[in-house]
């Protein structure tokens, strides 16, 4: 069907009005041709021109079939599959409010302005090569733009690795849909914005947000003291400014060493390195620290010294403690949901041979991905669990990113609820450094 229709052959008339490409004739069994119904042909005849020009291929004049490939499977993928028409680019402003993809063949480096990105926006770079095998990459940019103010993001693209102008690049645009390589450390990429966090916590030792990314808390053994900070736009800790509100834990630990929240704010958990004990707090007003009172502690065995990192599963009757002398990773149930006091050990704990020193822990959503910061080697690792939130079902990715040249004392990571974007804390600059997909 791919392929420019005659006409002059029995069954076709050629163009007209209300068929512009051509249409199937409607002819009787005494002459030549087939009977048809007419207008339901000649509609599809329609369907299928338009999708071919709007998918951005050129047609190949072929039949469709396993020789020649079904290029209007291809048209179909193209223009529908991942949610806009692809487009080629008279220029390199692209108006985001389209939720178009779009296709140039571009020189060593190409600049793209993006305007009206939306929130979530994630801009991928495809190589469609003379095989017809397509390789994508991750850009190293993630726009969250902000309609209110005209949202504008300059990309520079830069191909290093082809001839200028004898590849096709498609540049594909989402507007905050489904993702693929969300919580995979593998397409991370430094953004090379970072949020100072030096002027109320000279010794950064744990960072979290809130559910949705409006409020950042950091943590660090050298005031002992947790920081509460806004943001204007969620997860983008460049705009992060301080809300003059902190909540001081030094009557219960002097080496407070990470800090997370239950799902709704309710509940506030640091882990004491110096006497190995994990922490609970009662907010009265959800993810408001300044509304804190302890409420009870609990104390870690053999199996986790020097806990650096606190983590709880979805449903709150697991907590997972990492040690950084101890070089593991341990797990507990909680008999009583939420509550610390309430730890049994489930003598399940992991060797992190990866880095002797692990900083920080956290899981992505649904427990099948647990991340492990590596304060020794300066890199945070992935590993995948075959069983959601089971420790002893891990097994190491072999992906890693390293941080080193932000900071060589990472301390802290969390991730937006998205994935898309991921953070880290560098103690010896005092900063939270941002990446992205």
């Not at 095998?133 to 504008?152: A, E, H, M, Q």
């Not at 939130?389 to 060589?408: A, P, R």
Request: aromatic share 12%; charged share 15%; with cysteine.
């Amino acid at each position: 069907m791919a392929r420019i229709l005659a006409t002059s052959v029995p069954n076709f008339e050629p163009a007209s009005g209300d068929y512009p490409s051509g249409r199937i004739k409607n002819k009787t069994v005494s002459e030549a041709g087939t009977s048809v119904v007419e207008e339901l042909y000649g509609d599809q005849v329609q369907m299928s021109e338009k999708v071919i020009r709007d998918s951005g291929l050129t047609k190949n004049n072929l039949p469709d079939n396993e020789s020649n490939g079904y290029q209007m499977l291809e048209a179909f993928d193209n223009r529908y599959k991942t949610g806009g028409v692809r487009t080629y680019l008279s220029g390199t402003v692209i108006d985001m409010s389209k939720s178009q993809i779009f296709l140039k063949t571009i020189t060593i480096t190409t600049s793209f302005t993006f305007n009206n990105s939306k929130l979530g926006t994630v801009v991928f770079l495809e190589l469609n090569n003379a095989e017809n095998v397509k390789y994508r990459f991750p850009l190293n940019t993630l726009v969250y733009g902000d309609l209110s103010s005209g949202g504008r993001k300059d990309i520079i693209i830069q191909c290093t690795n082809a001839t200028p102008g004898s590849e096709e690049y498609i540049v594909r645009v989402w507007d905050g849909g489904v993702i693929s390589g969300t919580f995979d450390l593998e397409f991370m990429s430094d953004e090379n914005q970072s949020f100072q966090v030096g002027f109320q916590e000279n010794f950064p030792t744990g960072m979290t947000f809130n559910n949705d990314g409006t409020k950042l808390y950091i943590v660090g053994s050298g005031s002992n003291t947790v920081y509460q900070y806004t943001l204007s736009t969620p997860f983008n800790v460049t705009t992060a400014s301080y809300d003059s509100v902190s909540f001081s834990v030094v009557a219960r630990t002097t080496s407070a060493n990470s800090v997370t929240f239950n799902d709704d704010g309710t509940f506030m958990y640091i882990a004491s390195s110096g006497d190995n004990r994990l922490l609970q707090f009662a907010l009265s007003t959800p993810f408001d620290i300044s509304t804190s009172s302890f409420l009870y502690g609990f104390t870690t065995g053999a199996e986790t010294i020097f806990p650096s990192g606190i983590a709880l599963n979805s449903d709150g009757t697991k907590v997972y403690v990492s040690g950084s002398a101890s070089s593991s990773v341990s797990q507990y149930t909680l008999t009583n949901p939420y509550i610390i006091n309430s730890a049994v050990y489930d003598n399940v704990v992991i060797a992190v041979s990866q880095d002797s020193t692990p900083s920080d822990i956290v899981f992505n959503n649904d427990g099948t991905k647990l991340y492990i910061v590596g304060d020794n080697t300066n890199k945070i690792y992935q590993y995948s669990l075959s069983e959601p939130f089971d420790l002893s079902t891990f097994s190491y990715d072999g992906v890693n990113i390293d941080v080193s040249t932000n900071d060589t004392s990472p301390t802290a990571m969390t991730f937006s609820n998205d994935g898309i974007r991921m953070h880290f804390l560098g103690l010896g600059t005092t900063r939270v450094y941002q990446y992205s997909i």
